[in-house]
């Protein structure tokens, strides 16, 4: 009985450990990057340990993208018992001169499935692809076999090898002993940089031995931090170096618009010690858009469109006015579709080839660059003279 009992327990424990060695799961998202039915669409990934935090992630995402899509952001939980492929191919528009990128999901019990599947659809419907399905993503869940081309398992080697890195000093041996720290973001991330907010008071400080004679502690002096940032899917860090300052702030600059980022924090002591990394903090920068817009110069045929410049208050702490951004203006009547300028930086947009006595409406934004889009300003309307 006692036998039996025991290797209940013993099995019991089996499962357990296997139950946690085998997570994460994943959180596909997907949505359309613009706001017609031509849209292009985009997709995430990120590892999650249980469907709290993937329903946690689904949210972020939706809050994140819904805004600016065309169609209500989506997601898809894969568990650690399935695989999932991700491909793209482009796809004409009935009735519009458009061939968008779409990204489609397939999962299931292995890769080789999702991959056949994939073969299958192509049979089936081979007018759907203007061009061949490209697989752009392939993971496989950590309680099946492993494979090479799963890069969750990369990314675990990658991040081991790291860390087994990181336990050294310089000189190649074991580093010593240094306090981790958590830090906080002051502030609402701004279109280019993240303020940072820490503090750090020296840990060398007078004890009294068993004798009662006083002595210095051999703990380590922080002597800096290294802050550490990249894009959230990455895996190689971008690093600063950060004296200690008590209470440290620290900005982080050079970001990209409208992405999503990670941030740690290592603290480096007098020893060529530091400590293990501390809690990753997760933010999204902003999309700064143009200030509000006016209109002048109306013509019969012509109108200049200018936007209020932004404050330093907007893109605090970079100080950096979000006019350096290339503006997009366009502009319609109340049956026309939407016409584009491309305005230079910090300067009027101009509109020619108006119709005399007609109402137009229009609209700017700002372009971050590749497929990276501001909101839309609020529409103004204007006449042109007859």
Avoid at 44 to 57: G, R
Avoid at 68 to 78: D, K
Avoid at 260 to 265: F, M, N
Wanted: positive net charge; hydrophobic residues 30%.
């Amino acid at each position: 009985m006692k036998k039996i009992i025991l290797t209940i327990v013993g099995l019991l424990f089996l499962v357990n450990f296997y139950a946690q060695s085998v997570s994460p799961k994943l959180f596909i998202g997907t949505t359309s990057i613009k706001k017609n039915i031509c849209s292009d669409t985009k997709w995430v990934q990120h590892e999650v340990n249980d469907l709290q935090e993937y329903e946690q992630k689904r949210k972020e995402f939706r809050e994140e993208n819904k805004p600016n899509s065309y169609a209500s952001p989506g997601g898809v939980y894969v568990k650690e018992t399935e695989s999932v492929i991700v491909y793209e191919f482009k796809v004409k528009r009935s009735g519009f001169n458009c061939q968008p990128t779409v990204h489609a999901i397939i999962k299931g019990p292995s890769l080789q499935f999702c991959e056949d599947q994939l073969k299958l659809k192509i049979n089936k419907i081979p007018n759907e692809f203007i061009t061949p399905p490209q697989i752009v993503f392939r993971w496989t869940g950590k309680a099946m076999a492993r494979s090479t081309n799963n890069p969750s398992v990369k990314k675990t080697e990658e991040e081991s090898s790291r860390l087994n890195d990181e336990k050294k000093n310089l000189n190649g041996s074991e580093a010593v002993s240094c306090p981790t720290f958590d830090f906080k973001i002051s502030n609402t991330p701004s279109y280019n940089c993240v303020a940072l907010e820490w503090w750090s008071l020296s840990t060398k400080t007078n004890v009294v031995d068993e004798a009662g004679n006083f002595k210095q502690s051999s703990d380590s002096e922080i002597v800096a931090f290294t802050v550490e940032s990249r894009k959230e899917g990455n895996t190689v860090w971008t690093t600063e170096k950060y004296g200690n300052n008590g209470r440290n702030l620290h900005t982080l600059t050079g970001l990209e618009p409208c992405t999503r980022y990670e941030i740690r924090l290592t603290t480096i002591c007098a020893n060529n010690g530091h400590s293990n990394p501390s809690n990753i903090l997760r933010f999204t920068t902003s999309c700064t858009k143009p200030g509000l817009l006016s209109v002048g110069n109306i013509t019969n045929s012509s109108a200049s469109v200018s936007n209020k410049r932004l404050s330093a208050a907007v893109t605090y702490p970079c100080n950096s006015a979000a006019k350096s951004q290339i503006k997009i203006v366009e502009y319609r009547t109340s049956t026309s579709n939407w016409q584009t300028v491309i305005c230079n930086r910090g300067e009027t947009c101009n509109l020619y080839g108006l119709t005399p006595a007609t109402t137009y409406i229009v609209r700017a934004r700002f372009h971050y660059g590749s497929t990276l889009y501001s909101d839309y300003t609020n529409e103004v309307a204007f006449s042109t003279r007859e």
